[in-house]
């Protein structure tokens, strides 16, 4: 009877927390949830039809929600088809961690929602109007089994995104502009049922798809080459409108696995077959049915007791005096070097116990007792906590609100839109002292979702100090949102300047192109060899060379690459861009000599106006550098080289110097290559000797040429 009375307890706080779950299911809804979906709504233009509020609201609540589910007190479906919705999808979508279906397929949606929900299982974006790319943040979400981007105009390489999608069952790229080969990553769809590729412009063969579970398979009207695998021909198939190689296909290589083939008529979990029949749910609540509530019921006393169990047992060990001893004193301190939170109760019933990272492995085995310890000795002594230092935010940036940067850019709109990196997107922002800034969004898959290892990148980036580099001047960490602030620079990238120049716009003289490279070169030697450590950018690029009015260059992203974790990663995805040493293509390692590599390369641009790689050109001219490196000693070939904008107009020693330093920095080993602090010197001495024609200086905006002699004009460049 007396271990009776003891379980009793437990069984009435069990009701107590069932009482508590249940109350949940009526209560107000997430307001991480609430959030997104305001900013979902702004994004969206605010369309009136939804019944959706801007600011607030309860959607897992008595109002009514057009388009969203809840479970509890959390969204777990959003599904708003054919409503003839545009704009874009807020900024705060991968807050939502309980959203497994997401339909907004059948609209007018152009943005490509790059930040997604993590955990979707279902994601249809399908009959819309995207350009461009998958988003990368896909290939994080391991839980998809149904992934369509149908029906829209993407037309870039296929992202290799897929690794990690072992349960995705069915893809369906189907009538886009995609083009390039398909990516080796297709081979880790290890449950794929039904693959649609048809309407693109892919190349290549589709060896990749080989040994994939497929059941169905359509890869009509492509450019597809090659052999049809033997593996594939058992499926439904459809190949049409490519060109397939005619006779017998070549024995496959030895130690070729044998074609893994499921049951054609296996189903995997749930259904992955649209969900369109003409009546939509997506304004249902799917609450807690009776059977729900059983399910809640029995497994919190199970529990219940189970705990209640072993707490008798063990306590049936111990003397009576040793329990009345326990049970009178408190808590026993922890020592020096174990820390622990304890979050104070909104009501006096409830205590928040979260004393570790749950992300940490833990032992769930109980050690033995030891008699004379009390409980928290028992449970937590020579178990030290290894929690992360507190970073202080930077003083001097500014700390801004998510609020206040989506008013700046009207809620990142397309107009602000100024480009977009290996990092995130970067927008126009107009702040309220009248001041115009560029806002990087940080793309969530690439940054660590804790605060304070941001905080800390922050940290590191505000030191960062040269008139050639981007100056820093705030940031945001909200929501699980990560923004980077930066000064404005109104005549664009050296990357626009060079290569989308319109008849309306005057090309870039010579003397501009060795002040940019010149400044370009002090901000990398001030990285290199004045900071410490020393920060390797790892990409450089002219759309990462910045230009104000006066064509001074600043260099942009500095320290970005450096303190990010997992940079190396995402840079190296996006490889093939035409700026990489060598050695980083092996190695997918980058330092500072590979830093001097790719400034070369740039230098390469200024020299010739050409793009590092271009698809466009003959095969033999595609790579800049292979096509310029065996030319640029020869000065007749140079010649040739040179940017037809500049007309001739170029001093002819100057650009045979200039080339020599392109030639000492795009070495293909890196111990020849020089630091960056002779190639400033190599560069200022180029200025100091050049004779500068004043037929070659006139304005670099267009206007009238500038007046002073040759030596005031070397001197600016000084």
Same mark, same amino acid.
């Given at each position: ?35 997104a979906?305001n ?7 605010s ?46 979508? @991968? ?21 997604l ?12 109007q ?19 981007f ?7 390489a ?21 083009s *390039?080969?398909?990516?080796q ?6 449950s ?9 412009q ?11 579970p ?9 450019h597809?080459?090659g052999w ?25 290589p ?42 809640i ?11 209640a ?5 063990r ?52 050690p ?21 230092k ?20 009207g ?23 009248g ?15 804790d605060?304070r ?9 505000s ?8 100056e820093?001047v705030?940031y ?34 010579w ?12 901000a ?10 020393s ?25 970005l690459?450096s ?13 093939g ?11 997918? @390692?980058y330092?500072?000599k ?7 390369i740039?230098m ?13 050109k003959?095969?033999s ?20 080289m ?23 920095c ?35 905006? *267009?206007?009238?040429?500038? *007046? ?11």
């Amino acid at each position: 009877m007396t271990e009776d009375r003891r379980v009793l307890p437990w069984v009435f706080i069990s009701t107590c927390i069932l009482g508590w779950m249940l109350s949940a299911v009526n209560g107000n809804t997430d307001q991480t949830d609430v959030a997104a979906l305001n900013a979902m709504f702004t994004g969206m233009n605010s369309p009136s039809e939804l019944g959706w509020s801007a600011n607030g609201g309860d959607p897992c609540g008595a109002q009514l929600w057009k388009g969203i589910t809840c479970s509890g007190n959390r969204v777990t479906e959003i599904k708003l088809p054919n409503l003839g919705l545009s704009g874009s999808f807020g900024f705060q979508l @991968q807050t939502m961690t309980s959203v497994t279906n997401l339909d907004m397929s059948h609209n007018n949606f152009a943005t490509m929602p790059y930040q997604l929900p993590p955990n979707l299982q279902r994601l249809d974006l399908s009959n819309n109007q995207y350009t461009g790319s998958i988003p990368y943040s896909i290939s994080d979400m391991t839980s998809l089994t149904y992934l369509s981007f149908a029906h829209n105009q993407l037309q870039n390489a296929l992202s290799d995104v897929f690794q990690r999608l072992s349960k995705l069952d069915t893809l369906d790229l189907s009538f886009n502009s995609m083009s *390039g080969s398909l990516p080796q990553g297709l081979s880790s769809l290890t449950s794929l049922n039904s693959l649609y590729l048809q309407n693109n412009q892919f190349t290549g063969t589709i060896d990749v798809l080989a040994n994939l579970p497929l059941d169905t398979l359509n890869v009509e009207n492509n450019h597809f080459t090659g052999w049809i695998p033997e593996q594939l021909k058992g499926i439904n198939l459809q190949t049409g409108g490519n060109t397939w190689n005619s006779g017998p296909a070549p024995p496959p290589p030895p130690g070729t696995p044998p074609a893994t083939r499921r049951n054609p008529h296996h189903k995997s979990d749930g259904s992955n077959s649209p969900s369109d029949d003409g009546t939509s749910d997506g304004g249902k609540k799917s609450g807690i049915g009776g059977g729900g509530i059983a399910g809640i019921v029995i497994s919190i006393l199970l529990v219940g007791a189970v705990v209640a169990f072993f707490l008798v047992r063990r306590k049936s060990r111990k003397s009576s005096s040793d329990i009345e001893k326990h049970d009178n004193e408190p808590f026993a301190p922890l020592s020096s070097n174990e820390v622990r939170e304890v979050k104070s109760a909104q009501t006096p019933s409830v205590v928040d116990m979260k004393i570790f990272d749950t992300s940490a492995s833990v032992n769930i085995k109980p050690p033995p007792i030891e008699r004379h310890k009390s409980f928290d000795e028992d449970e937590f002594s020579k178990k030290p906590i290894i929690v992360k230092k507190t970073v202080k935010a930077p003083a001097n940036v500014k700390s801004y609100s998510i609020a206040d940067l989506q008013i700046a850019t009207g809620s990142f709109s397309m107009d602000n839109l100024l480009g977009e990196g290996s990092f995130g997107r970067v927008y126009r922002a107009h702040s309220d002292d009248g001041k115009v800034l560029a806002v990087k969004k940080i793309d969530s898959s690439i940054l660590p979702h804790d605060s304070r290892d941001f905080i800390e990148i922050v940290s590191n980036i505000s030191n960062l100090h040269h008139p050639n580099v981007t100056e820093l001047v705030g940031y945001c960490s909200e929501h699980g949102q990560h923004l980077l602030v930066y000064e404005f620079h109104k005549s664009g990238s050296l990357h626009d300047l060079l290569h989308l120049s319109d008849e309306y716009s005057k090309p870039l003289i010579w003397n501009s192109r060795v002040k940019i490279a010149l400044g370009t070169a002090r901000a990398l030697e001030y990285l290199h060899e004045v900071c410490s450590p020393s920060v390797v950018h790892k990409n450089i690029k002219s759309a990462n060379i910045l230009l104000d009015v006066d064509l001074n260059p600043h260099l942009s992203d500095s320290g970005l690459a450096s303190y990010i974790p997992n940079a190396d990663q995402v840079l190296n995805r996006n490889a093939g861009s035409g700026y990489d040493a060598p050695e980083v293509a092996l190695s997918g @390692q980058y330092t500072l000599k590979s830093d001097v590599y790719s400034f070369g390369i740039v230098m390469l641009e200024l020299l010739s106006g050409r793009k590092p790689f271009d698809s466009s050109k003959p095969r033999s001219e595609q790579s800049l550098v292979r096509w310029a490196t065996p030319q640029l000693h020869d000065i007749d070939a140079l010649a040739k080289m040179v940017d037809p904008a500049l007309e001739g107009l170029y001093p002819v020693k100057s650009l045979s110097r200039f080339a020599d330093v392109i030639a000492l920095c795009v070495q293909p080993e890196p111990e020849f290559r020089p630091p960056m602090s002779e190639v400033v010197q190599a560069l200022v001495r180029l200025v100091q000797r050049a004779n500068m024609s004043k037929r070659t200086f006139g304005t670099d905006q *267009g206007g009238s040429n500038r *007046g002073g002699d040759d030596q005031d004009n070397t001197q600016d460049m000084l």
